[in-house]
């Protein structure tokens, strides 16, 4: 069974930092593509970003490119992103996916 894990959310000033881990089980991730996804109040859930674990090529939405890095450690199998310069605007759940298995999500909330 695949399992994805998220962890690292949580409450940030606006300009600040965070990372988001992605902890992946029941799969190679070497084999997969793995994304970021957010869904912030009252929105649809959009894409942020995007690996190919195999090759290391990325993805980023607009609104994330030069702030947001995605970056994986297969050995551990777990993607991170790392989030710079954050915005009120990326407060959100992010959640990560692999397929069609989605994580449970991870809580970002930006205050300005």
């Known amino acids: 069974e695949v399992q994805l894990v998220e962890s690292g959310g949580g409450l940030v000033q606006a300009g600040g930092s965070l990372r988001l881990s992605c902890a992946a089980s029941g799969l190679n991730i070497d084999d997969y593509a793995i994304g970021w996804f957010r869904q912030a109040p009252g929105k649809e859930r959009e894409g942020v970003s995007c690996?190919?674990?195999?090759?290391?090529?990325?993805t980023y939405a607009d609104s994330v490119k030069g702030r947001f890095i995605i970056s994986s450690d297969n050995a551990k199998s777990t993607v991170y992103l790392q989030m710079n310069s954050l915005k009120p605007d990326d407060t959100a759940v992010y959640y990560c996916i692999v397929g069609t298995t989605w994580g449970q999500g991870t809580q970002v909330t930006v205050s300005s």
């Open positions: 690996i190919s674990s195999s090759d290391g090529t990325t």
